[in-house]
């Protein structure tokens, strides 16, 4: 009666069987094929294996080949210190590893340190190693869905070849999940990309060659000079001459974190964030709270639907970050979120401060794409080169028809009115970046002529920025006004929710709202910010949580508060269709010049275009 009370019990689950289950012990094939399904995930996953043991072996050039996307071979070959015949074997095993010693898995300064990748690839693939070390002689090992080969005499001269043949064959269900071959080459690229950011010193060649001819799909040499100028070079290379033209150098340190690495200005955004590359101790990582803390670095600069491009690289102690979270090695844990996260943001928000009025090449690049001509212009020049003002001016002077009784009172006249002209306007050019005013078209765009080339001001969107600057400003020096709610609102929540929203309170009524404990499990808002009006305080509270929860920082308030003073701006500032003096147009460029952000509007958009004389030309087919 008993056993078959126990059968009934046994039938409720699904998956469960008539017989008890008993422990046993997996054999090793299984194991290396279950750890293979964590750490391998794809062929990219396979390539980041194997390039992070490459740079742990001290390579300064990599080559990698791939065919099919990489899943029917994946060869990586280095010049790295090898492997002796001894040593080949070991590495075939499970935890076997030279990376750690195992006494402390806090003090990881390697890529690799887990012991899983090779013996991982072996499981689900063909697996072959060939590696030299000094000393000995080079050996070549060979592991195929588990099984393992003796080890035997190679022809090797320097370093390791890696070759990887038709990954997942002895587990062909994870077959059915990869992508087209287009879609897994793709991929690979990303991941080379991403460790040649990581490693400029290092030179790295990617090759496909599924047709039986090898296709150069990447290739980059080992960058000199010190760390910021063979970053700059690298990213030149890979990221493009316009993100290294058109972003700022990042250089900042406190308690134990330093942060280095570019940040591209705001008017160089993307639509998605594919320029975003952040590294914790040379690792390549995608960490929430790195994201987060970029984009409230960015966030009174871009609207939503834009993302900042920046490369960012965070050294620390390797007791202050915990790599060992997920076998791919993508996520880290820091001990102190808090104090990194304030690091990125001051550092990114003052170091675009100090871009003041700049704005990115890109801007003025697009114009001339759009007023390019269909038809291909002959790329030949006409004419002298161009004179300076005063010399222009006493040309034109020469070519003017003159009268014999007026000529010598003319020509006095003029010469002094030119010298004067000629004084001032290039007084005015040559002392500000943003020229000095000669019109207005369309009772809305602002021209300005530079020393070398003009300016189109959006004249609203550029004021529109400077006043939301000043009442940003006003903000900080007296703080936000709060509001008391003549009954206060309670707002229940679980009682963890509350405890977490209770630590940052202070925060909190810096930026206008007043929060209290109201018993267990719910907090009672006192006062509000004035300049939000009628509002419904549950949904600022539920906001706050979410970003709590989340990022474990707040900025939602801050934000809603900023998007107010950004209405407030917009409305105050001058209007589209206003005509303005001369002396108008130019204190406003003058502002510009002297105001932090200047260079975008509210909403992410260029307040000006800056065409240099050259390209002006280049339209008009005079270069």
């Known amino acids: 009666m008993q056993y078959a009370k126990c059968s009934s019990m046994l039938k409720s689950g699904p998956n469960i069987s008539l017989i008890p289950p008993r422990i046993k012990q997996l054999d090793d094939a299984a194991i290396n094929r279950i750890a293979a399904g964590e750490v391998v995930e794809r062929p990219a996953s396979a390539v980041k294996e194997l390039i992070e043991n ?39 095993s499970r935890h076997a590893t030279s990376k750690i010693d195992g006494s402390d898995l806090l003090k990881i300064k390697s890529f690799g340190f887990r012991g899983e990748a090779l013996p991982s690839l072996g499981a689900v693939g063909r697996l072959t190693i060939t590696s030299y070390t000094t000393g000995f002689d080079a050996a070549q090992i060979t592991v195929a869905g588990g099984k393992r080969k003796e080890v035997k005499p190679a022809a090797l001269a320097k370093g390791t070849i890696v070759e990887l043949r038709d990954l997942f064959y002895a587990t062909p269900a994870r077959l059915k999940f990869m992508r087209t071959d287009r879609g897994e080459t793709q991929a690979i690229l990303d991941i080379v990309k991403r460790l040649a950011i ?39 290379q890979i990221l493009g001459k316009d993100f290294s033209d058109n972003s700022m150098r990042i250089q900042a340190e406190r308690d134990g974190f330093t942060l280095s690495g570019y940040a591209a200005l705001p008017t160089f955004s993307r639509g998605a964030a594919v320029m975003q590359h952040f590294f ?31 490369v960012l690289f965070v050294k620390c102690d390797s007791e202050l970050v915990d790599v060992n979270v997920h076998p791919a090695k993508s996520e880290v844990r820091f001990r102190q979120p808090g104090l990194l996260r304030g690091l990125i943001v001051s550092c990114l928000r003052h170091t675009l401060a100090g871009a003041g009025h700049r704005a990115s090449t890109t801007v003025a690049d697009a114009i001339i794409g759009a007023t390019k001509s269909e038809q291909t212009v002959r790329n030949f020049s006409y004419q002298m080169r161009r004179s300076s003002t005063a010399a222009l001016a006493s040309n034109y002077q020469m ?76 903000m900080h020096e007296n703080g936000i006004a709060s509001q008391a709610l003549l009954i206060p609102e309670i707002v229940d929540l679980p009682l963890d929710d509350c405890t977490r929203l209770l630590d940052f309170s202070e925060t909190l009524e ?59 701006a917009c409305h105050g500032s001058i209007r589209s269709g206003r005509r303005m003096r001369g002396e108008e147009m130019n204190a406003l ?11 975008q509007c509210n909403h992410g958009r260029p307040t000006y275009v800056e065409l240099k004389l050259s390209d002006i030309e280049r339209l008009f087919g005079r270069r």
């Open 589 to 599: 460029l003058r502002e510009m010049e002297s105001t932090p952000h200047s260079g």
């Open 280 to 310: 914790v101790n040379g690792r390549p990582v995608r960490d929430k709270l790195l994201i987060g803390a970029l984009r409230s670095a960015y966030s009174d600069l871009l609207s939503r639907d834009r993302h900042p491009a920046a």
């Open 54 to 92: 490459s740079l742990d072996a001290g390579a300064q050039r990599i080559r990698i080949d791939i065919a099919d996307g990489g899943k029917t071979l994946v060869r990586v070959t280095d010049d790295g210190c090898g492997m002796s015949a001894q040593e080949l074997p070991l590495a075939m």
């Open 510 to 568: 810096s930026l206008g709202l007043v929060i209290e404990g109201f018993g267990a499990g719910a907090v009672a808002v006192r006062a509000t910010p004035a300049i939000f009006g009628d509002v419904n305080a549950k949904s600022i509270i539920l906001d706050v949580l979410d970003e709590l929860c989340n990022q474990n920082a707040t900025q939602s308030v801050q934000d809603k508060v900023e998007k107010i003073l950004s209405r407030i």
């Open 399 to 474: 070519q003017a028809p003159q009268f014999a009784e007026t000529a010598a009172v003319n020509a006095r006249l003029d010469a002094q009115e030119d010298s004067d002209e000629t004084t001032s306007v290039e007084t005015s050019v040559e002392m500000h970046p943003l020229g000095a005013a000669r019109g207005q078209l369309h009772e809305n765009y602002i021209i300005a002529q530079t020393a070398d080339g003009i300016v189109i001001v959006d004249q609203h969107a550029a004021h529109e920025r400077l006043v939301y600057e000043k009442l940003k400003a006003q």
């Open 198 to 236: 990581a490693s400029p010193s290092v030179g790295f060649q990617l090759f496909d060659i599924s047709t039986g001819t090898q296709r150069k799909l990447f290739a980059v040499n080992p960058e000199n000079g010190d760390l910021f100028d063979a970053l700059h070079q690298r990213l030149a």
